[in-house]
């Protein structure tokens, strides 16, 4: 059970990565703190979306990092 319950009635945008069950979660529980939210949010499009880097390329290394530390991705 969370420390922090999920705010469910959040809106939560679908270009902020959020269509992932475990990102949708992490965003709603930073919802009870919406400018932390909007800013996670926005370090995330950017890391994800932009640069020279393929987004699937980023998003195979998320996978692999979260093997390699044993979480949940």
Do not use: W
């Not at 939560?12 to 009870?32: C, E, K, N, Y």
């Not at 950017?46 to 949940?72: F, P």
Request: proline share 7%.
């Amino acid at each position: 059970m969370p420390r922090i319950p999920p705010d469910d009635a959040a809106q939560i945008p679908q270009t902020a990565g959020a269509s992932d069950g475990t990102t949708s979660t992490l965003f709603r529980v930073m919802a009870h703190r919406p400018g932390i939210m909007q800013n996670a949010m926005q370090l995330l499009d950017a890391a994800m979306r932009t640069g020279t880097v393929d987004a699937k390329l980023k998003e195979l290394l998320a996978i692999r990092v979260s093997q390699v530390n044993y979480c949940y991705y």
